[in-house]
């Protein structure tokens, strides 16, 4: 049984800093792409940021020069460091792996960013 368990959201103030932590537990051969989807109320889920095996970043326009994806394949765990928070950034973060030749999402954690 595979899970992804995401932490490390909660309330920040405009202008501030947050890091995510998704880890990947269970019989797992080979994580391959990784990433980190948000979804705000009342708006479809849309894509932050991706990260492949071998470190190829990708990043949706509205993050590029605030948010750093990483990962650490020896932990199976993927990061998300988020600066420069805006209000605008309010929404559940999901992670995303594609791992074992099947896709995975994780339960999302709430980031909320309000003064």
């Known amino acids: 049984q595979v899970q992804l368990v995401e932490s490390g959201g909660g309330l920040v103030q405009p202008g501030g800093s947050l890091t995510l932590s998704c880890a990947a537990s269970g019989t797992i051969v080979m994580i391959y792409t990784m990433g980190w989807y948000r979804q705000a109320p009342g708006k479809q889920r849309e894509q932050v940021a991706t990260?492949?095996?071998?470190?190829?970043?990708d990043y949706a326009d509205f993050v590029k020069g605030r948010f750093t994806i990483s990962r650490d394949n020896a932990k199976n765990t993927v990061y998300l460091q988020m600066n420069s928070l805006k209000p605008e950034d309010t929404a559940v973060y999901y992670c995303n792996a594609d791992l074992n030749s099947a896709n995975y999402w994780g339960q999302g954690t709430q980031v909320t960013v309000s003064s």
């Open positions: 990260i492949t095996r071998g470190l190829k970043t």
